[in-house]
């Protein structure tokens, strides 16, 4: 008796494990700070709870939704999408879903046939290269630097187009480097799609994180509406990341894919969940801009932090609330059984000496760096950075 191939070889996702590592440090009693996870140290909005409490005590919403999502809930985010990113969804190109991450695999396995490529944008969210390798898809990464903010090229993603390249996923504000793409970098990347026939996925759940002043949605460039996949959700601009609402605008035929498979594996999102997504984004969003405004204060402390300490290469990130730094200086230093050879090790050495939880940045697609998430307390962060400098400088 033995699993399958398909999960035997599957990795486990490394924002998850380290978070776990994290709570069993903590459980022991160890004084971990964890800035592993992606997930805003805030509580769901007032109102939002309230909303869901609302839908509770009415009484109406305990059996299954319909697959696709509420019909009300659809409508709201295809008006948000409207107004707010400038794309014409209507309902029927809406899917609501158990969170942005199955949004992401419901678009996969509704296009990725076994042999097809799908150009993933490097440093990546870790669960994109393992939801192709299930589809029995194939990742093809294009890499960027930290010298172009870590963001690849619409020139390096010519260059990796084949006959069997079927879409391309990225994220723009970006998990793990908080890079944003630009309107001219979107629409160069847009010309080669649309030359090449290709579809895209845009992650844009951090779409409320945004320091550059403006977000822009792909799926609103010329002649894109028919060939992206926008994806979103509730979980970072709303702090809803239990709740696990995601949803994607996509054209009806993807759409209409993705309910397919919804039905089979989940049936739908859970009912009170959507109805608090419903109070979320037809709501008042100040407690998103007041959370998004305390994110950025706490990316300039860390940015000045980080550069406090010789060895760690780190550049101001845009949006999300990510610092991806290149630690590679570090490689090839030990300090008494530890010996640093990669930064899987030195994330390692970080959690068992400092009691700081990062995630390698090899999970992400580029093994000379770290993620560092700066969604705690700004008390936090600085006690972890104390401790990080404090570890890095043993290192000889
Ligand atoms: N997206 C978050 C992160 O990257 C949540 C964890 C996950 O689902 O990977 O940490």
Known sequence: MNLSDRISNLEESATLAMA?????????????????????DFKTPKHIQEGAKAAIDEGAYFAYPPVAGYQDLREAIANKLNIENGI????????????AKQSIANVMYSLVNPGDEVIIFSPYWVSYSAVVELTEGKAVFINGTIDNEFKATAKQLEEAITSKTKAIIFSSPCNPTGSVFTKEELTAIADVVKKHDIIVIADEIYEHINYTGSHVSIAALPGMFDRTVTVNGFA??????????????APTWIAKGCAKMQGQITSANCSIAQ??????????????KEMADEYLKRRDLVYELLNDIVGVKANLPTGAFYFF????????????????????????????????SLVTGAAFGD??????????????LKEAIRRIKEALAKLS
């Open 20 to 40: 776990a590592k994290a709570r069993e440090l903590k459980s022991k009693g160890v004084d971990v700070i964890s800035l592993s996870l992606g997930e805003p």
């Open 88 to 99: 014409p969804y209507k309902t029927e190109n809406i899917v609501v879903s158990n969170g």
């Open 236 to 249: 970072k601009g709303f702090a809803m990341t239990g709740w696990r609402v995601g949803y994607i605008g």
């Open 367 to 380: 093994p000379n760096c770290l993620r560092l998430s700066y969604a705690a307390s700004t008390e936090n």
């Open 275 to 288: 109805r608090a997504a419903l109070t979320a984004i037809t709501g008042d969003l100040t407690p998103t």
């Open 325 to 356: 730094p290149d630690v590679s200086a570090f490689f090839g230093k030990s300090f008494e059984s530890y010996d640093i050879n990669n930064a899987s090790d030195l994330c390692m050495y970080i959690l068992e000496t400092a009691h700081v």
